[in-house]
């Protein structure tokens, strides 16, 4: 993508247009193919505005919350967010850096992505101890969810895994979850979606190319779709336990608000969560983005 392309994207707009790319997501179109880049395809699903495509084999509307497999991913992901992930201070330590919707969301609903390019760069596809996103909740400065990404060694995979279904990969060793039975018709359940738009594809090669691992040849142009992602929510969401959406302020825990756990003079469930909160040291580190 040529250098004029990307001067017509600014800050301000990627900041408000990242959290519709990554955060919320409206309705979702169904992808056409599988294929794991699409520029000989010209990009053609491709958007000037925020937009995405849920993956057309394995749509929302196929998974269960009720499913063991599903119960148990959520479990899983609580487990985790609960003894490893369990302040906005541990994410920090253990490698996470915010997103571009950190810096754009405000508001008494605002949450935001947290980003791990180490496990981006990783083996794991869902792996609940290594979730390459964590969800972070404002507010309560508390983590809420997890979105997996489907990468391996830094490198997009398609079609992405199954949660459920009928995909013969799987295993803990290969980072997919179990292949089990499926939903009620024995359609599979993989509620992955990418985004299409212009400003979330944006900020993933822009991320990349701060973050990445993966070698010069991953992130040297812009991608014609992010890699597939996925949420887990580890409370309750009206619309689901993959929706794309965050749960309604009522259903993320309530008070007291999670420990920082950094030093810092603000007090969690009273000042929101914001880029003056983060140590200095680490706002230091991040400021490139």
Partial sequence: MRDDVFRRVSRRDLLRASVGAVGVGGG???????????????????????????????????????????????????????????????LIDEGYVPYFDFLAADGADAWSHWINPAYVDDDGVIDPERPEAVLVDHRWWRPIGVMYVATRNGRRISPPPTVYGDDGEGGEDGGAS??????????????????????????????????SDAGDEFVASLSCRTPWVMHVWAYPNPDGVHAHGAPPRGNRGGPPAERAGFETNAVPGETPLGWEVLPAAFRRRIAHL
């Fill in 28 to 90: 979702l179109r169904s992808r056409s193919s599988d294929h794991d880049d699409d520029r000989s395809e010209g990009c053609s699903e491709t958007t000037l505005g925020p937009d995405e495509v849920g993956y057309e084999d394995g749509d929302i509307g196929n998974c269960s919350d009720d499913h063991p497999t599903a119960v148990a991913l959520k479990a899983d992901v609580q487990r985790s967010l609960a003894t490893r992930y369990p302040t906005v201070g541990a």
């Fill in 178 to 211: 179990e292949a089990g039975e499926g939903g009620e018709d024995g359609e599979r359940c993989a509620p992955w979606h990418a985004h299409v738009g212009l400003p979330g594809r944006y900020a993933w090669w822009k991320f990349r190319q701060a973050y």
